[in-house]
């Protein structure tokens, strides 16, 4: 049985009946991007600024017939940028696109081919400054100050991580607007995120036992880190993970129920991503050994722990380096870095990596 829970995905336009807690950030946003043509959206990682645009924004954007274009920098933010607008206009026109035309003219077309008000949402912005050069950033700003300054019916969403807002500062003098109309996320609080547990509970008929209130807490308390705070994308894995152990305990019963015996069961947050490692890991090498013949254990894990930094997060790296380093200190040929970099993204551990 498959568990209806989002695990490490963010939250999209089709669960909107599913989505909780955010109705007053949604309405902020939502209001924020009728005041001008630029919003600064940040927030601690896991607060689910993501969510919040491609869920919340995204179904109250409904009725006002806007057309939102989802950037993630990938390569290089520019050339994303161009291919975003480029597929859109493919694909709402069905015409050709002159490779050569600036970014103004290619938002102009693209508003002539469908007379819709275009939004541009910069996913993980933090990426720009994460993975890319003085000169990428530079010319990046550069393209937003000249498309704000042109008559386009275009507006510019910048989604953020907070820790990243001070890079932002040495770009006020090409873009003045740059913090003037900003939002920040904040991290759930228990009552919100009691919502959310209770309320997906019980849209997937799940009982909570003894009461939703009690589990609600429970769960909660298994998920504080050392500021109190949680991670709107551990709850998900966290809430995945009980689903699953409750079918393994009763593959027979029809109706699912979290318990006090079965958080137990389940352990903390470190148990569970321990446990979720551990698992696919397992499967890589299985797979290893089947495709390429490798029996040697650990390889997975080498070529992971060679492409985080030490708290968990992705480093920026070139993977032909990566690939070399592997290949000298631990005799790793290059293909099977390329497949496990392959397995890991599909297997939502690692993102995108810049390659």
Not at 91 to 104: D, L, R
């Amino acid at each position: 049985m498959v568990s209806p829970f989002k695990f490490l995905n963010a939250y999209d336009k089709t669960d909107k009946d599913i989505f909780f807690g955010r109705d007053k950030e949604t309405k902020e946003l939502y209001e924020r991007i009728f005041e001008t043509n630029l919003v600064l959206l940040y927030g601690a990682s896991g607060t689910g600024k993501t969510s919040l645009i491609n869920c919340g924004l995204n179904n109250r954007m409904e009725s006002t017939n806007w057309l939102p274009i989802f950037i993630r920098r990938q390569d290089n933010m520019i050339a994303s940028f161009k291919s975003a607008i480029k597929d859109t206009i493919k694909e709402k026109s069905g015409g050709k696109v002159n490779a050569k035309e600036s970014i103004p003219k290619l938002i102009h077309d693209l508003y002539i081919a469908t007379f819709k008000p275009i939004y541009l949402i910069f996913d993980q912005f933090e990426e720009l400054f994460i993975l890319g050069d003085d000169s990428e950033q530079d010319a990046f700003f550069e393209e937003i100050a000249n498309l704000l300054d042109t008559e386009t019916n275009c507006k510019v969403i910048l989604s953020m991580r907070e820790e990243y807002i001070a890079y932002l500062s040495g770009y006020e003098r090409e873009i003045p607007e740059l913090f003037d109309n900003r939002l920040r996320i904040e991290m759930m609080s228990n009552g919100y995120l009691k919502d959310v547990i209770i309320g997906t509970a019980y849209h997937f008929k799940i009982n909570l036992s003894p009461t939703d209130e009690d589990i609600a807490d429970a769960i909660i308390d298994r998920l504080k880190d050392k500021k109190q705070h949680i991670d709107l994308a551990n709850l998900q894995v966290y809430l995945d993970r009980l689903y699953r152990m409750d079918v393994d305990r009763d593959k027979n019963k029809t109706d699912r129920v979290f318990d006090e015996q079965l958080i137990e069961l389940t352990g903390n947050l470190e148990d569970v991503m321990d446990a979720f490692l551990d698992e696919q890991i397992e499967v890589i090498e299985k797979e290893l050994k089947e495709y390429k013949n490798i029996n040697q254990k650990g390889i997975p894990l080498d070529i992971l722990f060679t492409l985080v930094t030490d708290n968990g997060t992705k480093q920026a790296v070139d993977v032909e380096d990566i690939k070399r380093q592997l290949s000298r200190q631990k005799q790793i040929d290059e293909s099977t870095v390329d497949y496990c970099i392959q397995r890991f993204k599909e297997m939502r551990i690692l993102r995108e990596l810049s390659e």
